[in-house]
């Protein structure tokens, strides 16, 4: 097989995974060695597909060989699909051919179970190795974790790797247990606790002796899927705050369930993605890292979904309209950013502008703010912008009716005479 | 040939507390096009008390106005880069980097910064929203968007150990990509050419170069480097899932415009299949596609514009 029909294949089995970012790690380029990592705070993109992701990293698995059955899974050993695997090599020379065209910000390194995750993880590092020490690469990478690795070989992983990721794949144990019954919930947390006291270990390390090692200095990830299981919106962001806090992650993805097997256990084969319920999903996870919400304040037990035709920040003002109107040139920055239509750029905007000058409804405009979301629930100097007409009663369909127009067709809703208004 | 006939003022200029500006004459700015050349030009406008009702690069200037000739000296322009860091070392920084942008009469603009600064101070830096300073806040974000895009998208091409690349940004980026793909390939030889304002960037050995070029031709590309374009580009495709196709999306985060250099987006043929024979590769007009990369289409009519 040659190495262009290894490359589709591999790439083509390791697509599903949502990672795809080089951010947390400002590395720079060292004499005798190829790249860095300094391009920017968040990462940089190289390119985007088809499908609008971003493609950051040479995303490839080792091997497709996988001895697992997850039933969600395309390289399930059930599956009757081609298999074929890298050498470390082979691997290597594409990663720095593409690092060197500027194709790409470094490597993504997954791999399906080969025999044992112990010897799967074995290869990886092997790979790793020589692309760091025999290529001199000193670009990204990203690599899996295998949940079930013993963790002296996480461990060597990690010194090699920039960030380490463990799938959660399943929002909880039940589903792990139905969909995917060759691991268990205690074989992936293991290895995240590993990871997450090993970097912080590292991090004392590091303030001692300069030349220490660092371990996986961008931190871990994690990735749920959406939609396999039945599990609601309150419970997935439940998880990922706990995974914050507990864990110290710096990401939790979301991937929209995209059936590629037919099982009983899972929507047929025809269920479109939620595409929409994803990126609901990742609203509310920038409102839990950049906004200062919590959890419990988005969404409670008689509401554990979102309402997939409104952002969760405007579903949120909408339950608390005893919070607004919000002053423009009065309000502290916290509460500015709890208003919809209003980020953490256009707050500082605010804050800073306020200090000079005296801000109009035609600054808010320029200052980056989103006016048509933003009007119902401000005031400047007390006085709402004028011309400006609605009620409580009225606002859930105005909001939706804002966000229409950014929603893909298939999911826009027909208008309906007949609605319960409010 | 630049022909000033209109007059086009920022408000705060009419509006002011700078005394009559009868007092001041209007006259046309001419100067290199640099921006240490932009700096005398306020020096002198100062001097004199004339007020730059335009400004025109290197070409033959004709117009109505009395045209006044800058020559760029090294003391001039240090004494008013002095000035402006001195009152707030972000104005200076905002200066130096929006002459880089694509914003229309940017001299204009930044002239009109420059003496707010001077007036008043630079509190008015902290509203992004000020009427004199949002233009230029504007075509900041613009051109720093096109960086950030521009480090990803910029694709090299392997020409027997040098690589080579070719852009067409809007705004003149090579001075600010520069300290990125320095630090980058600083073991590798490498040349950035950029199409829309003919600048070369070439780095070899740690030291780095920006020159004016008209025109590059660049050699065929090798068997090695049109497998790796072929390996990109089904990489590319491989990585696509196509239940979650999205072409709106894909269009917002890459623009069209970027694609004209990008390897994946170039038609399959001319990204070399290796069934176009050598023949047929050897016969390929000189001035037309080589390598995947189309020649820079050079407009004989358009003279350099006053930015340089």
């Given at each position: 097989m040659d190495i262009a029909q290894k490359l589709s294949i591999l790439t083509d089995a390791a697509k599903y995974d949502a990672a795809c970012t080089s951010s947390g790690v400002r590395r720079a380029s060292r004499p005798g060695m190829i790249g860095n990592t300094t391009s920017s705070i968040a990462g940089c993109c190289h390119s985007f597909s088809a499908d609008g992701r971003c493609i950051t990293?040479?995303?490839?698995?080792?091997?497709?060989?996988?001895?697992?059955?997850?039933?969600?899974?395309?390289?399930?050993?059930?599956?009757?699909?081609?298999?074929?695997s890298f050498t470390p090599r082979e691997l290597a020379e594409l990663t720095i051919e593409f690092y060197r065209r500027n194709y790409i910000e470094g490597l993504f390194l997954s791999s399906g179970v080969l025999r044992s995750p112990d010897y799967t993880t074995e290869q990886m590092i092997a790979a790793l190795r020589m692309l760091r020490q025999e290529y001199r690469f000193n670009g990204y990478i990203h690599a899996k974790a295998i949940p079930g690795t013993s963790p002296e070989l996480v461990h060597q992983l990690g010194l090699l790797a920039d960030r380490l990721s463990v799938n959660i794949e399943l929002p909880s144990q039940q589903g792990l247990q139905t969909l995917a019954p060759d691991k268990t919930k205690e074989a992936i947390l293991r290895p995240m606790g590993q990871i997450r006291d090993t970097v912080r270990e590292n991090k004392r390390e590091l303030v001692k002796y300069k030349h220490a090692p660092s371990f996986a200095p961008a931190g871990q990830s994690t990735q749920l899927i959406v939609g396999a299981t039945a599990d609601s919106d309150r419970h997935i962001l439940h998880l990922t705050e706990s995974l914050y806090g507990k864990y110290r992650l710096k990401r939790v993805f979301y991937s929209a369930y995209v059936p590629v097997v037919e099982s009983s256990l899972l929507p047929s084969l025809d269920t479109k993605p939620p595409l929409l319920r994803e990126h609901r999903l990742y609203q509310a996870d920038w409102l839990l890292r950049f906004y200062g919400f919590r959890a419990q304040?988005?969404?409670d037990e008689d509401h554990p979904d979102f309402n997939p035709y409104l952002d969760p920040k405007a579903h949120w003002a909408l339950g608390h309209l005893e919070e607004f109107p919000v002053d423009i040139l009065t309000a502290d920055i916290e509460t500015l950013l709890r208003v919809p239509g209003i980020g953490p750029v256009s707050a500082k905007r605010i804050v800073s502008a306020r200090r000079s000058t005296y801000i109009r409804f035609e600054d808010l405009q320029k200052l980056g703010v989103?006016?048509?979301?933003?009007?119902?629930?401000?005031?400047?100097?007390?006085?709402?912008?004028?011309?400006?007409?609605?009620?409580?009663?009225?606002l859930l369909q105005q909001l939706e009716a804002v966000e229409r127009g950014d929603l893909p067709h298939s999911e826009a809703q027909q208008l309906s005479l007949f609605d319960a208004v409010g | 040939m630049a022909i000033c006939l209109t007059v086009?003022?920022?408000?705060?200029?009419?509006?002011?507390?700078?005394?009559?500006?009868?007092a001041w004459r209007d006259v046309v700015f001419q100067y290199d096009g640099t921006f240490e050349g932009f700096l005398c030009c306020v020096f002198e406008s100062y001097v004199h008390k004339e007020f730059p009702i335009a400004f025109c690069g290197d070409e033959d200037c004709c117009s109505l106005y009395e045209v006044r000739f800058i020559t760029t000296e090294t003391e001039k322009w240090k004494r008013v880069y002095n000035s402006i860091t001195s009152r707030s070392k972000a104005a200076g920084d905002i200066v130096r980097r929006c002459f880089f942008t694509c914003l229309p009469d940017k001299e204009q603009h930044l002239y009109a910064f420059i003496r707010k600064l001077y007036d008043e101070g630079p509190s008015f830096i902290r509203n992004p929203a000020d009427e004199v300073y949002h233009p230029i806040a504007k075509a900041l974000r613009h051109m720093n968007g096109e960086l950030e895009k521009l480090r990803g998208f910029v694709r090299f091409s392997d020409y027997s150990g040098v690589l080579g690349a070719e852009i067409e940004p809007k705004n003149r980026v090579?001075?600010?990509?520069?300290?990125?793909?320095?630090?980058?390939?600083?073991?590798?030889?490498?040349?950035?050419?950029?199409?829309?304002?003919?600048?070369?960037?070439?780095?070899?050995?740690?030291?780095?170069?920006?020159?004016?070029?008209?025109?590059?031709?660049?050699?065929?590309?090798?068997d090695e480097e049109l497998h790796f374009r072929m390996l990109w580009r089904r990489f590319f495709n491989a990585i696509s899932i196509e239940e979650r196709h999205n072409p709106r999306c894909q269009n917002t985060f890459l623009p069209k415009r970027y694609r004209g250099t990008m390897t994946e987006f170039l038609p399959q043929e001319e990204c070399g299949h290796s069934s176009i024979p050598p023949s047929i590769d050897a016969a390929l007009p000189n001035c037309g596609a080589q390598g995947g990369i189309p020649a820079p289409v050079i407009h004989q009519e358009s003279a350099p514009s006053a930015a340089g």
């Open positions: 990293l040479l995303k490839v698995l080792m091997s497709n060989a996988c001895c697992y059955d997850c039933a969600y899974c395309v390289n399930r050993r059930s599956n009757d699909t081609p298999r074929a304040e988005l969404l989103v006016m048509k979301r933003a009007q119902f629930f401000i005031t400047c100097g007390g006085r709402m912008r004028p011309g400006l007409q609605f009620s409580s009663a009225t | 086009r003022r920022s408000n705060y200029l009419f509006s002011t507390q700078w005394g009559d500006p009868m090579l001075p600010l990509l520069r300290y990125h793909f320095c630090a980058r390939y600083a073991s590798e030889s490498f040349f950035i050419y950029d199409r829309t304002h003919k600048e070369l960037l070439v780095y070899a050995k740690g030291h780095s170069r920006i020159m004016q070029v008209d025109s590059l031709q660049l050699a065929l590309p090798g």
